[in-house]
Each structure stands twice: as structure tokens, then as C-alpha cells.
């Protein structure tokens, strides 16, 4: 059985229906990309994983668990993390205080002090700016910070809605060496991304969504390599 899987979710807003039917499913310790056109339903479908939207029909399991209609609190317990579009971090809160939000469910005091130095590790520039106030970060390392928020609650499937939109090439590459490290370290990924090409080059595996419909998956290999895919996604 897959760590997370989803069938026939879908998703409306009033009358619009936003998410049609979808089909997918993440294993354990894979990292999946999601890839459409602006508008396709893919932060749509994060949002209604994460608890954040309500399913008007379909199911979501995680790790054998039907989690369909679980709000957004009683996931994150379970191991179900969302960077969201955006960044979302406390703006008047410190870069520590930020990372210390991001453990509040747990208790395990020597843990959480051991995850934050390995965050810390892992953006170095987040532990040059912790006692600095989040809303005043450039935008690459605001998204630093809620990617890191996100890991100090030890997700097993971490959700990751845009981490590249608005920041420069060598901000991008840099979270990207992130998202990987994360990956090999274990944590199952489910990433949104609008820069189709680096997605698939950091996936395992990759659907395509089109109109709130997954309409092709395959291997992130066999994808890039699709001449469908190159042309609609990656400007040839």
C-alpha cells in the first residue's frame, strides 16, 4: 500500500470544481512532482491533502488511514506537513521563533534542540539571521524558513506548494539542493512546481495536470523525455 493515496478526489469551489476525479499515489520515500499550467487545480489539490480544503467526493488514505475530511490540525500530527504558496511565516516572529512554531505538537525537548541545529545545518543562512524578524527576510529565505518550520514537525510526507516562485536562479538551485537532501534523508515529498524541468529533475515520478485532471504519469525520466511534456511545460 502507498504512503499517501488518492482516488476520484475532487474538489469544488461553490458551484466551480476546481479538482476533477484525480488519481495518484506517493510510496514511501519517493519524491513526486505535480506539474501544470497556472490554474491546472495543483495547489488546490495540496490544500484538500492538507485539510485545508474539504473534498466534495473521493478519498485520501495516508499510511493505510482514511484521512478524506481530517482538518489540517489532526494532520500534522499524523506526519502531513505543507510549505504553502507564498511562505505563509510569521512575519513579526523571529527566524527561531518561526522553527520553534513548526515543533509546537511535539515534547521531545532534546529532539526538537536537534532538529533545529540540523535545520540550522541545512541553511546556513537561517542560522546567520535566528534572532532576526522573519518579515524582514528576502524572499528566498523566507522560503528557507517555511521549509524549515515545516521539517522541525518531523513530517513522513512533506507537501511543497511553489518553492521557487519569485526568487532568483541561484536561490532556486539552492533550495533545490535542499529538497533533495531531504528526500535521500528519507522524508517522502509530493512537490508543486512551476518550473517543470527542475521538478523533474529532482523527482522519482511526475503527473500532469491539466483543467483539475491528471491527465499523464509516468517516470520524471520518461516525462522529460516526452515531446508532449517538452513542449507545453518546458518552452520547446
Given at each position: 500500500m502507498s504512503l499517501l493515496e488518492v482516488k476520484g478526489l475532487e474538489v469544488s469551489y461553490g458551484g466551480i470544481v476546481a479538482v476533477r476525479g484525480i488519481h495518484l499515489a506517493v510510496e514511501q520515500?519517493?519524491?513526486?512532482?505535480?506539474?501544470?499550467?497556472?490554474?491546472?487545480?495543483?495547489?488546490?489539490?495540496?490544500?484538500?491533502?492538507?485539510?485545508?480544503?474539504?473534498?466534495?467526493?473521493?478519498?485520501?488514505?495516508?499510511?493505510?488511514?482514511?484521512?478524506?475530511?481530517?482538518?489540517s490540525h489532526r494532520l500534522l500530527p499524523r506526519g502531513i506537513a505543507l510549505v504553502p504558496e507564498g511562505r505563509g511565516v510569521f512575519a513579526r516572529l523571529t527566524v527561531r521563533e518561526n522553527l520553534e512554531m513548526g515543533a509546537y505538537i511535539?515534547?521531545?525537548?532534546?529532539?526538537?534542540?536537534?532538529?533545529?541545529?540540523?535545520?540550522?545545518?541545512?541553511?546556513?543562512?537561517?542560522?546567520?539571521?535566528?534572532?532576526?524578524?522573519?518579515?524582514?527576510?528576502?524572499?528566498?529565505?523566507?522560503?528557507?524558513?517555511?521549509?524549515?518550520?515545516?521539517l522541525m514537525g518531523r513530517p513522513r510526507l512533506l507537501l511543497l506548494d511553489e518553492p521557487s516562485m519569485g526568487l532568483a536562479p541561484m536561490m532556486v538551485q539552492k533550495i533545490f539542493e535542499v529538497i533533495r537532501m531531504i528526500s535521500a534523508e528519507g522524508v517522502t515529498v509530493l512537490l508543486v512546481e512551476q518550473n517543470a524541468s527542475l521538478a523533474l529533475q529532482a523527482a522519482n515520478r511526475g503527473y500532469v495536470m491539466e483543467s483539475g485532471a491528471i491527465t499523464l504519469t509516468d517516470s520524471a525520466a520518461a516525462l522529460l523525455a516526452s515531446a508532449q511534456v517538452r513542449q507545453a511545460y518546458l518552452g520547446e
Open positions: 520515500g519517493e519524491l513526486v512532482a505535480l506539474i501544470g499550467a497556472n490554474g491546472a487545480g495543483k495547489t488546490t489539490t495540496l490544500k484538500a491533502l492538507a485539510g485545508m480544503l474539504r473534498p466534495s467526493s473521493g478519498s485520501v488514505h495516508f499510511d493505510g488511514h482514511a484521512i478524506t475530511r481530517e482538518p511535539r515534547h521531545d525537548r532534546a529532539a526538537v534542540k536537534a532538529d533545529m541545529a540540523r535545520v540550522l545545518e541545512l541553511f546556513p543562512r537561517l542560522h546567520e539571521r535566528r534572532a532576526q524578524v522573519a518579515g524582514t527576510l528576502s524572499g528566498g529565505e523566507q522560503q528557507m524558513l517555511a521549509i524549515g518550520r515545516a
